[in-house]
């Protein structure tokens, strides 16, 4: 995503700003952004019980998953 030339301006003022004034700046932008963030419509989520019900795994199929695994990683 490419930055709009508003934000490139602001990027380059802010790196002007001396460590109190970066500190100060963001001590007042956090609030609102906080505020924005707790305003937005959350996703909502696909719950993940019963994600795995009905597969049929045994402890010989995760050994082998394991040992592939760390076969592909040089160990």
Same mark, same amino acid.
């Given at each position: 995503? =490419?930055?709009?030339? =508003?934000?490139?301006r602001l990027l380059e003022l802010a790196k002007q700003l001396s460590a109190f004034d970066k500190i100060r700046l963001i001590e007042r932008l956090a609030p609102q952004i906080e505020y924005e963030l707790k305003s937005c419509n959350p996703v909502e989520r696909k719950p993940l019980r019963g994600l795995w019900s009905g597969v049929d795994l045994s402890e010989e199929d995760i050994a082998q998953a394991r040992r592939e695994t760390l076969a592909e990683w040089g160990e």
């Open positions: 995503m =490419a930055e709009s030339p =508003a934000l490139e």
